[in-house]
């Protein structure tokens, strides 16, 4: 579904990516992880539109999209939910979700969001900003999912939460899964990501150091020591 062949970016002078390349298959669960600073948020990123690309080629469901604008993948099917979750404070939790279908409009209804996370409904005509890191989670999650995604970008889904919290993020991403939503998932809890994913790729400072099976990195001593921890 999603072909990345030698991608680049850049902030200024100083490289970000340098020549990534890396596939996600229709309905996959793939991890990526890496120190703070590797390039994970960048990539999504580039990915969503929202960080240029300064080389490499950008496929998606067949078709050349490294010109298309953010809004533009929005309406493909790529779709991101930010790092730090990024809701609209002011709006209530409702005109939240409601946005998630401006670009794309799917057959995921406000509804469909609130049987998946039911804390939503009781807390929908309240204003986002009041909701706490949990629940602004869910709601980055149910927005992004109000687009009908046909590939879901999580950057850093578990960031600043509880442990409690972390298993049932990371549980209903397992639901996305099951039900066939292909994810590129970027978490800072690498043996949490990777558990759950069919592969992973290991990225240090803008570039791919290692790739493989999610079982196979788990176990691999050298990425366990530098990434996952002892």
Do not use: C, W
């Not at 991608?7 to 996600?24: E, K, N, T």
């Not at 240029?52 to 953010?70: E, K, N, Q």
Request: charged share 20%; no cysteine.
């Amino acid at each position: 579904m999603l072909e990345v062949r030698e991608l680049a970016s850049r902030y200024g002078r100083i490289p970000a990516l340098a020549g990534v390349s890396l596939d996600v298959r229709r309905g996959e669960l793939v991890a990526i992880v890496g120190a703070n600073g590797a390039g994970k948020t960048t990539l999504l990123r580039t990915l969503s539109g929202v960080q240029p690309m300064a080389g490499g080629t950008l496929r998606f469901d067949g078709a050349d999209i490294a010109g298309a604008t953010p809004r533009q993948r929005v309406q493909r099917g790529v779709v991101q939910v930010p790092e730090g979750r990024q809701v609209f404070g002011g709006l209530s939790v409702e005109d939240n979700l409601r946005l998630g279908a401006f670009a794309r409009r799917g057959s995921t209804t406000v509804s469909d969001v609130y049987t998946m996370f039911p804390v939503l409904r009781d807390k929908r005509a309240e204003p986002a900003g009041t909701l706490s890191g949990g629940q602004q989670q869910m709601l980055a999650l149910g927005r992004a999912l109000m687009a009908d995604p046909l590939l879901l970008l999580l950057d850093e889904p578990s960031m600043g939460l509880a442990p409690k919290l972390v298993a049932e993020i990371f549980g209903h991403i397992r639901t996305l899964k099951a039900r066939g939503t292909t994810i590129l998932l970027v978490d800072q809890n690498a043996r949490a990501a990777l558990a759950i994913a069919d592969r992973g790729y290991v990225l240090e400072t803008g570039r791919l150091v290692a790739e493989g099976a999610a079982a196979a990195l788990l176990g691999d001593e050298q990425v366990r020591q530098a990434y996952l921890g002892h």
